[in-house]
């Protein structure tokens, strides 16, 4: 089993290369790994890249969305969203 006290640090990849280079390096891993994306749209690209770069490997590939509601409003949040969040969750514990 890998070493789980080293880092990879790349940089200069766009679009759907980095989707190649996470694919990559859990194949050859197959360790959990986490992906933070600046926006929603971004994750939902780099998702769908990883489907494509992976089409046989069965692992979850889980979206973790943010509330979109800044901290100091009195809003509610979309119940769907707290729903999607509690699913990745679910996910991540019984996986």
């Known amino acids: 089993m890998a070493a789980r006290d080293h880092r990879v640090k790349c940089l200069g990849l766009n679009g759907s ?9 859990y194949q ?20 769908a890249d990883l489907r494509f770069f992976n089409p046989a490997v069965d692992f979850p590939l889980l979206s973790f969305p943010a509330y979109n509601i800044l901290p100091f409003k009195f809003l ?5 969203t ?4 509690i699913h990745a969750l679910y996910q991540i514990l019984t996986s």
Not at 29 to 46: I, Q, R, T
């Open 17 to 25: 290369e980095r989707a190649f280079l996470i694919s990559n390096i």
């Open 28 to 47: 050859q891993l197959g360790l959990p790994m986490l992906v933070v994306a600046p926006s929603a749209k971004e994750a939902g690209s780099f998702l």
């Open 76 to 80: 509610t949040y979309h119940s769907e």
């Open 82 to 85: 707290a729903a999607r969040r």
